[in-house]
């Protein structure tokens, strides 16, 4: 995909917003055909850390042994200790609270049993578990601080339940250029994972918060046709050019 197609695009977006009191944020939204998302084989998950950071910080919460308790206060947004977790697996409504205010949750890896179940039945609907594919289970002596560094460029890519992928690569006070690279980034490790690359994608959008979206497959169709077009007068012309030598 032509990066001139994203910034045309994202330019759209952003004459066609109504300002907002809040800082709003750019989705990116991938539509794919033709996978049987029954088939637990044809199910898409992974983690993938792009080149900007995508909008607001990403809150980390650390769920730890005694360990990893001083690094995790240190490094985390926040942190819960083992001694804790009975606590929070008797508070449904703490629990709650937990996950819709933290992004990521890192696990110390010894004491996972124990994580998965004091946490587990409400992180793992809303598939925030610590999970390995983000590097999110660590030994009881890690330095967690690259870690958290990175989690603040990961995003998570599922495609499931619903033909459609959604996520957010931007907010609009970030340059264009940015969130340009991470939309191409992200098309990019998509096209590789579907089983048939660009002919699984139906069609793509870009929009804010509460704006409205700007399709992309058109115009990047429109390119391929115009590239298209340009080889087929080209193979049309080469049997004029070697007919005029020969003469």
């Known amino acids: 995909m032509d990066k001139k197609v994203v910034l045309d695009a994202l330019k759209q977006v952003r004459e066609g917003s109504t300002k907002r009191n809040f800082k709003q944020s750019f989705d990116f939204i991938?539509?794919?055909?033709?996978?049987?998302?029954?088939?637990?084989?044809?199910?898409?998950?992974?983690?993938?850390t792009?080149?900007?950071?995508?909008?607001?910080?990403?809150?980390?919460c650390a769920l730890v042994g005694a360990e990893l308790s001083d690094e995790a206060k240190s490094v985390c947004d926040?942190?819960?200790v083992q001694d804790d977790f009975q606590k929070y697996g008797q508070d449904k409504k703490a629990m709650k609270k937990l996950a819709e205010q933290y992004d990521?949750?890192?696990?110390q890896a010894n004491i996972m049993p124990k994580v998965a179940g004091a946490f587990g039945r409400v992180l793992g609907p809303r598939g925030k578990m610590p999970n390995p594919k983000?590097?999110?289970?660590?030994?009881?002596?890690?330095n967690l601080r690259p870690l958290y560094d990175k989690l603040q460029h990961t995003v998570k890519i599922s495609l499931k339940t619903s033909p459609i992928i959604q996520?957010?690569?931007g907010s609009e006070d970030k340059g264009d250029d940015e969130i340009a690279d991470n939309i191409l980034n992200i098309y990019d490790q998509v096209v590789h994972h579907l089983p048939n690359d660009k002919n699984n994608i139906n069609?793509?959008?870009?929009?804010?918060?509460?704006g409205r979206p700007v399709q992309l497959l058109e115009k990047v169709s429109a390119e391929v046709k115009k590239q298209k077009k340009s080889l087929l007068h080209k193979k049309h012309d080469e049997p004029k050019k070697a007919e005029a030598v020969a003469q």
Request: proline residues 4%.
């Open 30 to 48: 991938i539509n794919v055909r033709g996978i049987d998302l029954k088939k637990t084989e044809n199910q898409i998950e992974f983690f993938m």
């Open 50 to 60: 792009l080149k900007h950071t995508r909008s607001k910080k990403a809150k980390v």
């Open 78 to 80: 926040f942190s819960v």
């Open 104 to 107: 990521f949750f890192i696990a």
């Open 134 to 142: 983000a590097g999110c289970i660590v030994p009881p002596k890690f």
């Open 167 to 169: 996520t957010v690569v």
């Open 203 to 210: 069609s793509m959008f870009i929009k804010l918060t509460m």
